[in-house]
């Protein structure tokens, strides 16, 4: 079945760029999208098909799929964005639906 | 607005059944592919079932074939999960999900998330 992986976590301090990757195998033949995940909420799609924005969503949010790793960029961080981020991926093999283990973002 | 919540969840014994409900409003139903991913506590995002706007196509997680099976009811406006043969490591808060697209075998991504349910097996 399809994997994808993701850091565990990535630490970053306000006002810097935070970037996530997320890996698998030809991810790049791929549509990916991006999930943003706050404690006790449920999750927000931030980018869909690599690296469109759903209104609403900041432009410091962009993402990128020209090859692998697929990657979500946060540009000028802050303490708002502290959340689990996770990709995710239709598999046209499996007919799976695919998400990435999430990535912590912790902001310092 | 577009709505989605769910109901259904609880405590139930290993083996046992359960009926998860979504109930959808503030869109057209019949328009949108619809998903079933859970989250065990502090755990992260695993896809369940999908099944696209008109029934059609249905496709399930390995890890859930064959015992739980996804549908829907376009004159209620109502997404269904029915699950069987309840197992441990079942136990999560089951979200009902709208993807931006109709069709089930690909996606645009999720839009829209209820609250999610919790089912607990014990």
């Known amino acids: 079945s399809y994997v994808l992986t993701q850091p565990p976590s990535v630490s970053v301090a306000p006002g810097k760029t935070a970037r996530i990757t997320c890996a698998g195998n030809?991810?790049?033949?791929?549509?990916v999208h991006w999930y943003q995940q706050k404690p006790g909420q449920a999750p927000v799609l931030v980018i869909y098909?690599?690296?469109a924005r759903p209104s609403g969503i900041p432009e410091r949010f962009s993402g990128s799929n020209s090859g692998n790793p697929a990657s979500l960029t946060i540009s000028r961080v802050e303490a708002g964005d502290e959340a689990d981020y996770y990709c995710?991926?239709?598999?046209?093999?499996?007919?799976?639906?695919?998400f990435g283990p999430g990535t912590k973002v912790t902001v310092l | 607005q577009v709505q989605l919540v769910e109901s259904g969840g609880g405590v139930v014994q290993p083996g046992r059944s359960l009926r998860l409900s979504c109930g959808a409003s503030?869109?057209?139903?019949?328009?949108?592919?619809l998903h079933w991913v859970r989250q065990s506590p502090g755990k992260g995002l695993e896809w369940v079932a999908s099944?696209?706007?008109?029934?059609?196509?249905?496709y399930h997680a390995d890890s859930v074939k064959g015992r739980f099976t996804i549908s829907s009811d376009k004159f209620k406006n109502t997404l269904y999960l029915e699950m069987n043969s309840l197992r441990l490591e079942d136990t999560a808060f089951y979200h009902c999900?709208?993807?931006?697209?109709?069709?089930?075998?690909?996606?645009?991504?999720?839009?829209?998330w209820g609250q999610g349910t919790l089912v607990t097996v014990s």
């Open positions: 999900a709208r993807d931006r697209l109709g069709a089930a075998s690909s996606s645009g991504g999720i839009d829209y």
């Open positions: 503030g869109f057209t139903f019949s328009s949108y592919g």
């Open positions: 099944i696209s706007y008109d029934g059609s196509e249905k």
């Open positions: 030809n991810v790049g033949s791929k549509s």
């Open positions: 098909y690599d690296s």
């Open positions: 995710q991926v239709w598999d046209s093999d499996s007919n799976h639906y695919v």
